[in-house]
């Protein structure tokens, strides 16, 4: 999945540098381009003498997966306009390579449980090969197998961890929708800016000493009551 972010990223650029259009592309490992973001003018041909195309290739690792090209008018791209375009891509670069997180998040968490399976089955079959080859095995035997075995498969230190990291992340995530939910309204309601709905639940969240996401819950809820 392509990270949201990047379309407003490169628009952001786009404004600010002059540019006439800008595109993100997706290769595959033909090196086929697959257009994922496009805007404004499309990028022309490097052959084309009416204008000029910045391209930046997008790596992951030391694989180039991804280009992401500005197009500006006339011959030559002025210098200012060039390093704006120059830092937004290494930016741009960064946020690419969130499109693999999951993927290496879920690789290295993969191993980790595999490990602790192979770990946890070597504790509970030595310690009942160690049981079978005593002369005289306790008389509780069945019994303190099954403790051993419910010992060793009791969650650990990592597997707790994710779990709440994993709770701590969905949580944060309904936050951050309520508020821009929130925000939507003020923008809509009072003609605020982006900016100004943000401070503004702010400010109400620091005078009510309420959470920031309890303040928008409060405010969608007052909306929907009044119906407006």
Same mark, same amino acid.
């Given at each position: 999945?392509?990270?949201?972010?990047?379309?407003?990223? $490169?628009?952001? $650029?786009?404004?600010?540098?002059?540019?006439?259009?800008?595109?993100?592309?997706?290769?595959?490992?033909?090196?086929?381009?697959?257009?994922?973001?496009?805007?404004?003018?499309?990028?022309?041909?490097?052959?084309?003498?009416?204008?000029?195309?910045?391209?930046?290739?997008?790596?992951?690792?030391?694989?180039?997966?991804?280009?992401?090209?500005?197009?500006?008018?006339?011959?030559?791209?002025?210098?200012?306009?060039?390093?704006?375009?120059?830092?937004?891509?290494?930016?741009?670069?960064?946020?690419?390579?969130?499109?693999?997180?999951?993927?290496?998040?879920?690789?290295? $968490?993969?191993?980790?449980?595999?490990?602790?399976?192979?770990?946890?089955?070597?504790?509970?079959?030595?310690?009942?090969?160690?049981?079978?080859?005593?002369?005289?095995?306790?008389?509780?035997?069945?019994?303190?197998?099954?403790?051993?075995?419910?010992?060793?498969?009791?969650?650990?230190?990592?597997?707790?961890?994710?779990?709440?990291?994993?709770?701590?992340?969905?949580?944060?995530?309904?936050?951050?929708?309520?508020?821009?939910?929130?925000? $939507?309204?003020?923008?809509?309601?009072?003609?605020?800016?982006?900016?100004?709905?943000?401070?503004?639940?702010?400010?109400?969240?620091?005078?009510?000493?309420?959470?920031?996401?309890?303040?928008?819950?409060?405010?969608?809820?007052?909306?929907?009551?009044?119906?407006?």
């Amino acid at each position: 999945m392509i990270p949201q972010s990047l379309e407003p990223l $490169a628009l952001v $650029a786009l404004k600010e540098a002059g540019a006439e259009g800008c595109a993100i592309y997706q290769l595959d490992p033909a090196g086929q381009r697959e257009l994922k973001f496009g805007w404004g003018m499309p990028p022309l041909n490097p052959g084309d003498s009416e204008h000029k195309i910045a391209s930046f290739p997008l790596r992951v690792g030391d694989e180039v997966n991804g280009v992401l090209s500005f197009v500006f008018r006339g011959t030559v791209i002025p210098p200012r306009a060039q390093s704006m375009v120059e830092r937004i891509a290494g930016a741009i670069e960064e946020v690419w390579k969130l499109s693999l997180l999951a993927a290496t998040y879920a690789r290295h $968490a993969a191993r980790v449980g595999e490990l602790e399976s192979e770990l946890a089955d070597s504790k509970i079959a030595d310690r009942a090969r160690g049981m079978l080859a005593g002369s005289t095995p306790p008389r509780d035997a069945v019994d303190t197998i099954v403790r051993h075995v419910e010992s060793v498969l009791r969650p650990g230190p990592l597997g707790i961890a994710l779990e709440q990291r994993n709770e701590e992340l969905e949580q944060e995530i309904v936050e951050r929708e309520l508020t821009n939910r929130a925000k $939507a309204v003020l923008q809509s309601r009072y003609g605020m800016s982006e900016d100004q709905a943000h401070v503004h639940l702010r400010v109400v969240s620091r005078k009510s000493r309420k959470r920031l996401p309890d303040v928008a819950r409060d405010l969608l809820e007052e909306t929907a009551v009044s119906g407006r």
